[in-house]
């Protein structure tokens, strides 16, 4: 089991940045690969971004391609998101999830989850 605590939402303008950050425990976390996933009120959890356990494979959900990008720091134990020209559509409680194996876009598939963080793009 890995516990993961996201950080670095906010409210930001539409085109404007923001960096999320998961902080995992344990000391196995460069056995996991990482996930980010969105939820929007009334709205299904949606994948946003992934990344392997050795940061070599990253994959993006159409929505954010080209302006968020995933990365890891495996000394910190430390994954993040870095978000560029926000729109207010992408609005949501952000969350970190993690699993073992491969990445995924099934969020059914990660067993790990943070407590999320709120993203509020303005118009």
């Known amino acids: 089991q890995v516990q993961l605590v996201e950080s670095g939402g906010g409210l930001v303008q539409a085109g404007g940045s923001l960096r999320l950050s998961c902080a995992a425990s344990g000391r196995t976390f460069s056995s996991y690969a990482m996930g980010w996933f969105r939820q929007a009120p009334g709205k299904e959890r949606e994948f946003v971004a992934a990344i392997s356990w050795n940061g070599l494979s990253t994959y993006y959900a159409d929505s954010v391609k080209g302006r968020f990008t995933i990365s890891r720091d495996t000394d910190k134990n430390t994954v993040y998101l870095q978000m560029n020209s926000l729109k207010p559509e992408d609005t949501a409680v952000y969350y970190c999830?993690?699993?073992?194996?491969?990445?995924?876009?099934?969020?059914?598939?990660?067993?790990?989850w943070g407590q999320g963080t709120q993203v509020t793009v303005s118009s």
């Open positions: 999830a993690a699993k073992i194996g491969t990445p995924s876009r099934n969020y059914a598939l990660y067993d790990n």
